[in-house]
């Protein structure tokens, strides 16, 4: 439980979770695809912006 809970904080802080329009989340419901996605599309955001590169390690080995 301090595991998940650790994880969630960690994901609203960093924009990739932000639960419902009136400040609610729902941990333990489910996800659609759409919601999935976002959070998907968030996390890549954040990598992005982090390191500046939009290429995997794999490309990235490739291209030297």
Known sequence: YRALCEAMRWAV??????????????PSGQATRAQAAQMLKNFIEIGIRKTGRRTGNREREQNK
């Open 13 to 26: 802080e960093n924009g990739i979770l932000n639960g419902y329009g009136d400040g609610r989340s729902a």
